[in-house]
C-alpha cells in the first residue's frame, strides 16, 4: 500500500467513522489553512488548495468547516505551519515516512520519536527510509463516479503511468513530474476526488504474518493519531483478508 492512512481510507475505515471525524477534519483543516496561506485563495488558480478542498468534500467535510479553514489563513497572519518529513523503521524493520505540518518542530520530533521508541521502532535520519520509496502522484477516485474502462482509458489519454481498481476506488499513479498535467486532464471528465497529491509509493513492500502486521498496524495509527501527522507511509503489504477483518485497518 503506497500510505497507510492517507485520506484515501477515510471512507472505508467501517468501524471508527464517528471517533475519527473531528480528528480527520482537523488535519484536513490544516491542510486547507496551509494551502491558502502558501497560494492564490482561488481554487483554480492554486493545485495544493485545490487537492484539499477535494480531499475535504470526499471526507463529507462541511462547506462551513472548508471556508473558514481558507480565512483562517488571513486571520492568523502569525501562524505558521511547517512541513517536515520523518523517515525510520517500525516492529519488524518496516520502512516508514511520516509528513507532519507543525508549529513547533521541537514538540513533533519528540513526540514522533517517542512513538516510534514505544513501539520497537527507531527514528532515523533523512534517507535512512526514503530510498526505500519512490515520490509519484496519486490520484483516487470513488468507483461510483467512473466505470473501470472509462477510467482507464481517460488515465492512459492524460499520460498517467498506471491505473488500477479495487473494491472501492480506482487509484491513478503518475511520475511526479506529470502529476498536475495528469490531474488537469482526468479533472476535464471527474471532479470529485477522494484525494490526490504526491506521496510516496513503496519500491517493495514487506509481507508479514497476521499477528505482526497488526502489530505495525496498530504503530502505523498510533502514529496518524498525532495532531502534527498529516500522512503515514509504509512499506507494508496488508493481505485484503486481514483488511476485511480488521476494523482497526
Partial sequence: MAGHSHWAGIKHKKGKADKLRSKIFSKLSKEITVAAKLGSKEVDMNPRLRSAIQAAKAANMPKDNI??????????????YNSI???????????????????????????????????????????????????????????????????LELAINGGAEDCSSNS??????????????????????VQDFISSGIEWLPINKILLDQEKTKSVLNFLEILEDDDDVQYVYANLEVDSKLITKNSNI
Fill in 67 to 80: 471556508e473558514r479553514a481558507i480565512n483562517k489563513s488571513e486571520l492568523n497572519k502569525n501562524l505558521n
Fill in 85 to 151: 518529513i520523518y523517515e525510520g523503521f517500525g516492529p519488524e524493520k518496516v520502512a516508514v515516512i511520516v509528513e507532519a505540518l507543525t508549529d513547533n518542530k521541537n514538540r513533533t520530533a519528540s513526540n514522533i520519536r517517542t512513538i516510534f521508541q514505544k513501539n520497537g521502532g527507531n527514528l532515523g535520519s533523512t534517507g535512512v527510509a526514503s530510498h526505500q520509496f519512490r515520490q509519484v502522484g496519486v490520484i483516487r477516485i470513488d468507483k461510483k463516479i467512473i466505470s473501470d474502462n472509462s477510467i
Fill in 168 to 189: 472501492f476506488y480506482h487509484e491513478i499513479i503518475t511520475i511526479k513530474e506529470n502529476f498536475y498535467k495528469v490531474k488537469v486532464e482526468i479533472e476535464k471528465k
